[in-house]
Nanobody, 130 residues
Framework: QVQVVESGGGLVEAGGSLRLSCTAS??????????VGWFRQAPGQEREGVSC????????AYADSVKGRFTISRDNAKNTVYLRMDSLKPEDTAMYYC?????????????????????WGQGTQVTVSS
């Protein structure tokens, strides 16, 4: 059974940093074959693709709202993807979800669309105070 588990959320002041982790297990392919994405959803808002890393980092994408502040990285040996979030703003407050998928022929910002992901975690809350 596939499990995707996020961790690292919390309460931070504006301008601060957090690092989220996403670990997957039970996948049928090796971890480096998967595209892993981070999404977020604030109350009353639609889910938004934040960042993703295709396979072994061949293609990486960021939403415009986080570009230059967030950095995605992955450690395939640990089946883990990280999202380093710097210069956090109150508008970054949301539940952050990690998801894994194996879309074919999809690159760049299209990978920020949730339709390409099969396995989802339960989320980790990030709250940024002003």
């Amino acid at each position: 059974q596939v499990q995707v588990v996020e961790s690292g959320g919390g309460l931070v002041e504006a301008g601060g940093s957090l690092r989220l982790s996403c670990t997957a297990s039970g996948l049928t392919l090796t971890f480096d074959a998967y595209t892993v994405g981070w999404f977020r959803q604030a109350p009353g808002q639609e889910r938004e693709g934040v960042s993703c890393s295709r396979r072994s980092g061949v293609s990486i994408a960021y939403a415009d709202s986080v570009k230059g502040r967030f950095t995605i990285s992955r450690d395939n040996a640990k089946n883990t993807v990280y999202l380093r979030m710097d210069s956090l703003k109150p508008e970054d407050t949301a539940m952050y979800y990690c998801a894994a998928g194996s879309p074919l022929g999809v690159y760049g910002n299209r990978l920020l669309e949730s339709q390409y992901y099969n396995y989802w975690g339960q989320g980790t809350q990030v709250t940024v105070s002003s």
